[in-house]
């Protein structure tokens, strides 16, 4: 059983970092592509960064680019979600995601991923 568990999430001020981290247990971490999700208030649930697996190419929003950057450590199971100038409208619950299959190599959509975590909590103020 694939899981997903979020840490690093919390109150900051705008201009502010946070890193957040999502563990992967229950298959071969290194084998698949990753991504990251956010869902503000009242809002749909967006797409924020993505890093296939292998050779570690990267996608962005366009709202995040040059502001976040994301990364994974294999040894660790780990995907890790950089988040730097941190701006009001980056306040949501951000979610990471893994798909199923490894022909998702960077998922942009909702649809492409299967698994999720539970989400951790990020709040920018002003």
């Known amino acids: 059983q694939v899981q997903l568990v979020e840490s690093g999430g919390g109150l900051v001020q705008a201009g502010g970092s946070l890193r957040l981290s999502c563990v992967t247990s229950?298959?071969?971490?290194?084998?698949?592509?990753m991504g990251w999700f956010r869902q503000a208030p009242g809002k749909e649930r967006e797409f924020v960064a993505g890093?296939?697996?292998?050779?570690?190419?990267?996608s962005y929003a366009d709202s995040v680019k040059g502001r976040f950057t994301i990364s994974r450590d294999n040894a660790k199971n780990t995907v890790y979600l950089q988040m730097n100038s941190l701006k009001p409208e980056d306040t949501a619950v951000y979610y990471c995601?893994?798909?199923?299959?490894?022909?998702?190599?960077?998922?942009?959509?909702?649809?492409?991923?299967?698994?999720w975590g539970q989400g951790t909590q990020v709040t920018v103020s002003s």
């Open positions: 995601a893994a798909p199923q299959s490894r022909r998702i190599r960077i998922g942009v959509n909702i649809e492409d991923y299967d698994y």
């Open positions: 229950g298959r071969t971490f290194s084998n698949y592509g």
């Open positions: 890093i296939t697996w292998g050779v570690s190419g990267t």
